[in-house]
Antibody, heavy 128, light 111 residues
Framework: QLQLQESGPGLAKPSETLSLTCTVS??????????WGWVRQPPGKGLEWIGT???????YYNPSLKSRVTMSVDTSKNQFSLKLSSVTAADTAMYYC????????????????????WGQGTLVTVSS | QSVLTQPPSVSGAPGQRVTISCTGS?????????VHWYQQVPGSAPKLLIY???SRPSGVPDRFSGSKSGTSASLAISGLQAEDEADYYC???????????FGGGTKLTVL
């Protein structure tokens, strides 16, 4: 059974960079049918897609966060990572890593389908 | 504007049937992209409930069903049970965003 586990500091200072890693177990991150992504949820609020990437390196970011987001993958460790720069209190949220089902268009896999499974989430608080 | 609109809350008595709507636009649901639904029990991560508009993952009771028409989709829950009390989110792909979009979420209260 595929499982995802987030890890990283639970506290980040304003203007600094938030860094999280997701470790995938029970399956390979190099699967041809899936991408890997991040979704966040501020306390008491709804879900927001942050970004998704394919193991080969193609990335897809939420336009509202694109200037601050970098995602990367380490296939040797079966891990993928998120960096969010210049954080503010508005970035305080539960961060979930997810497997993102993809669909093929003209030979390219696109992040057009559902998220499953989800990691348990990690709370990141931005505060000085 | 790329938005999926859900009612903030719905409620129903045990045994009843409730529906939750998800209204999109021509760049997401109306463009033919599927809608997916998630259930989030307080304190837990969201869980996939319905995918590809009307398919259930293994283990999800057939009390849960989804449908899609035009620029909208719906989640129906029949035979309401106390354990169904949770937040429900719809999600779709949006071509103008080139990415995923979530609805604002609907809180289901079982009376």
């Amino acid at each position: 059974q595929l499982q995802l586990q987030e890890s990283g500091p639970g506290l980040a200072k304003p203007s600094e960079t938030l860094s999280l890693t997701c470790t995938v177990s029970g399956g390979s991150i190099s699967s041809s049918s899936y991408l890997w992504g991040w979704v966040r949820q501020p306390p008491g609020k709804g879900l927001e897609w942050i970004g998704t990437m394919y193991y080969s390196g193609n990335t897809y970011y939420n336009p509202s966060l694109k200037s601050r987001v970098t995602m990367s993958v380490d296939t040797s460790k079966n891990q993928f990572s998120l960096k969010l720069s210049s954080v503010t209190a508005a970035d305080t949220a539960m961060y979930y890593c997810v497997r993102h089902a993809g669909g093929y268009k003209r030979g390219e896999i696109l992040p057009v389908k559902w998220f499953d499974p989800w990691g348990q989430g990690t709370l990141v608080t931005v505060s000085s | 504007q790329s938005v999926l609109t859900q009612p903030p809350s719905v409620s129903g008595a045990p045994g009843q049937r409730v529906t939750i709507s998800c209204t999109g636009s021509s760049s997401n649901i109306g463009a033919g992209y599927d809608v997916h639904w998630y259930q989030q029990v307080p304190g837990s991560a969201p869980k996939l409930l319905i995918y590809a508009s009307n398919s259930r993952p293994s283990g999800v009771p057939d009390r849960f069903s989804g449908s899609k028409s035009g620029t909208s989709a719906s989640l129906a829950i029949s035979g309401l049970q106390a354990e169904d009390e949770a937040d429900y989110y719809c999600q779709s792909y949006d071509s103008s965003l080139s990415g995923s979009l979530f609805g604002g979420g609907t809180k289901l209260t079982v009376l």
